[in-house]
């Protein structure tokens, strides 16, 4: 078993599920979503995009892609939040929280073709 392959897919899947835990709830209610999952889902992302740099292949590209989207997504969440809540002083209101909820949507949507593509990458691996 090769252990970098295992890192590897740890941290995309684990991404992955965290960017879930966050989205999962009533999508504009703010006690459903919690702030240290979404600092959590953007740290283990930018770890599952460092580890996709260096792989030369056509999919290793495209995982790449996936993976800066997310975190880009990621990082405007963090932002409005912050924004919403130290910024502005208006806290998180239901609509703000809806906009940091679509956000991660969109980076949840980016994981979960990296895990395809993961997925697909390891089937077409022949021993």
Known sequence: MNSEKVVFAFFIVLALTLNFGFVIGEF????????????CALVVSLIATVLKFGDRTHI???LLATSLVADLQLVIACVVWGVSVYGTGEGLTPDIMADIVSLTSGALVANF??????ITETAMLRR
């Open 60 to 62: 290793g590209a495209v």
């Open 28 to 39: 504009s209610n703010p006690a459903h979503h919690n702030a240290f999952e979404l600092f």
């Open 113 to 118: 073709a990296s895990v395809i593509l993961l």
